[in-house]
């Protein structure tokens, strides 16, 4: 034995086999020549009954001077108990971010992740929480260690996805032909949100102590505040006209005025079965509403359309695709081709929704009712069983659906109710467009 000295180090012979040269001054340290003649500096200790060996480094990289200065610290965190080679080991099988993905996506696909309600997440939030896992957050930090991951990291990823660094033009098996996947202050924090659950996944799953994306601030998504103007009502109006004069936007016109009519999600109306539709109640009965199994109230004009529509039908869906039986899968291209350069252009099937609920309080109607109306938890009729919906319920889609009828097709309605009857609730809305029809001649300027 020796003190290790680079002398000692560069004169140390190389053998067959790989042998080491142990330090006479500082008990532990030591070094491996190889027969391959490197030289690496290591130390060796015991550990829960076991010698265990932590390599330092590379002679040359490394001097011995500077390999036992390095061997001090880590035999010095030997005595506290610590285990370096231990924590090494587990330090290289440490779990990538896409790994970590591709464990979720395994128990999301297994109905083992719990979404809104204590309920396994629907197949089609599968696929929107798959595709920003695959175009959002593996491309920008997949090959990054879970356990490395800090606060400033998540936020590069909000800000990169903001400043539309993912965006790409990809296929997808939804759509036919290619979809721009675009960044903006929603998708980013919708996909932030979504890898902030990913990381208590993982906090859950003991891969980390803590989730790195707590207490991140986000943008404020703006679309979900937008709403439409009475003007923009009739600029709707009149681009659904112009849409409906070409043969393949037909159905997908009559799928936009029923969602702005009813407020539904696109979802709930694009995917509607014929099953679902109870025209003499009055309302749609949905079997799996993001809420749920979801009764909902609509108005007369929604009524009488869905039974003029339902009446030829043998197949499912209310607004069929083509194959066998399926439903419509032309919306979202459609809805893009449609509102090109227009200037409703920023506008979403959300902000119909939204609009439907805003019209509801411009008119007067309770946060309780509307709540009803949409589908929202803290107001959703969610009973499969419930046969008939109270009166107030159908006068409010009747007022609120009639409304934004009258804008849809250029007349100013004015706030009116509806009786349960079906007859007189004709009449009533007959009596309502007359009315509306006049004000808007007595309002017409003279002629010079």
Avoid at 286 to 302: C, M, N, Q, T, W
């Amino acid at each position: 034995m020796a003190k290790l000295t680079k002398r000692i180090v560069d004169a140390a012979d190389v053998r067959e086999k790989d042998y080491f040269i142990w330090d006479d001054e500082l008990p532990g340290f030591g070094l491996r020549v190889f027969a391959s003649g490197k030289r690496s500096y290591l130390i060796q200790y015991r550990a829960a009954g076991r010698t265990r060996r932590f390599t330092i480094g590379l002679h040359g990289i490394w001097t011995a001077e500077t390999a036992r200065q390095e061997a001090k610290v880590q035999l010095g965190r030997v005595a506290k108990g610590e285990n370096p080679s231990e924590e090494r080991q587990l330090d290289h099988q440490a779990i990538t971010v896409k790994e970590l993905c591709a464990l979720y996506v395994a128990d999301l696909n297994a109905g083992l992740i719990l979404g809104k309600g204590g309920r396994p997440k629907k197949p089609s939030t599968i696929v929107t929480d798959a595709g920003r896992i695959e175009r959002h957050i593996i491309p920008l930090i997949g090959t990054r260690r879970v356990k490395d991951l800090v606060k400033a990291d998540i936020n590069k990823v909000l800000k990169d996805i903001m400043a539309g660094k993912t965006r790409v033009s990809v296929k997808t098996k939804k759509l036919r032909g290619k979809a721009i996947v675009r960044g903006g202050a929603g998708t980013a924090t919708r996909t932030v949100g979504l890898l902030g659950g990913i990381l208590t996944y993982a906090v859950e799953a003991g891969i980390i102590d803590r989730n790195p994306a707590h207490g991140l601030k986000k943008p404020k998504d703006n679309v979900r505040n937008r709403r439409l103007t009475e003007a923009e009502y009739h600029i709707l109006g009149d681009i659904l006209r112009n849409a409906a004069e070409t043969e393949k936007y037909a159905m997908t016109v009559d799928i936009i005025r029923q969602i702005a009519m009813t407020g539904c999600r696109r979802t709930e109306m694009i995917r509607l079965m014929r099953t679902e539709v109870d025209a003499a109640g009055s309302c749609l009965r949905l079997v799996d509403s993001k809420e749920g199994a979801s009764v909902r109230p609509i108005g007369l004009p929604v009524v009488e359309y869905l039974e003029e529509r339902c009446k030829d039908l043998t197949g499912t869906y209310v607004f069929p695709g083509q194959g066998e039986d399926n439903a419509f899968g032309s919306f979202p291209n459609h809805w893009e081709q449609i509102f090109k350069d227009t200037s409703l252009a920023d506008v979403t099937p959300h902000v119909l929704r939204h609009s439907f609920a805003s019209i509801g309080n411009d008119l007067g109607f309770t946060e309780v009712t509307i709540a009803a109306l949409v589908g929202h938890s803290k107001g959703s009729v969610t009973s499969k069983y419930i046969h008939s919906l109270d009166t107030a319920l159908i006068m409010a889609a009747d007022t609120i659906s009639g409304y934004i009828k009258g804008l849809l097709d250029g007349v100013a309605f004015k706030q009116t109710a509806y009786a349960l009857d079906r007859d007189s609730r004709k009449a009533a809305l007959a009596r309502f467009l007359q009315s509306a029809a006049a004000n808007e001649q007595e309002e017409l300027p003279l002629a010079a």
